[in-house]
């Protein structure tokens, strides 16, 4: 499975960006994709995910409001719409597949099987 994930940039606090992952899995549907972030001398951490029929949805307490997880199961893509963004939000932003997570792994990131290359995201103050 390969993931290809765009959409970062640079933008003022207060902005919007929308992120995409492309993926190659198949069946897509089946699929639960996440969102994780990694700032500078952090820890990878979990944003949002998507289970396969994209009707189950999970966001961090810190982006919950704020950002929204969408796929659309016949282009093979998840989109992350943030929406008032924060200096906070800056890091490498990465999408993630796995086909067999069960709900109380879907926040790991060691769960997920495949990762694509991370796009930048950086918010100015």
């Known amino acids: 499975v390969q993931l290809q994930a765009f959409g970062g940039g640079l933008v003022q606090a207060g902005g919007s960006l929308r992120l995409s992952c492309a993926a190659s899995?198949?069946?897509?549907?089946?699929?639960?994709m996440g969102w994780f972030r990694q700032a500078p001398g952090k820890e990878r951490e979990f944003v949002s995910a998507s289970k396969g029929n994209g009707g189950t949805i999970f966001y961090a307490d810190s982006v919950k409001g704020r950002f929204t997880i969408s796929r659309d199961n016949a282009k093979n893509t998840v989109y992350l719409q943030m929406n008032n963004l924060k200096p906070e939000d800056t890091a490498v932003y990465y999408c993630?597949?796995?086909?067999?997570?069960?709900?109380?792994?879907?926040?790991?990131?060691?769960?997920?099987?495949?990762w694509g290359q991370g796009t930048q995201v950086t918010v100015s103050s």
């Open positions: 899995a198949h069946p897509f549907r089946t699929y639960t």
């Open positions: 993630a597949a796995d086909a067999r997570l069960i709900t109380s792994s879907i926040r790991v990131a060691d769960h997920y099987d495949y």
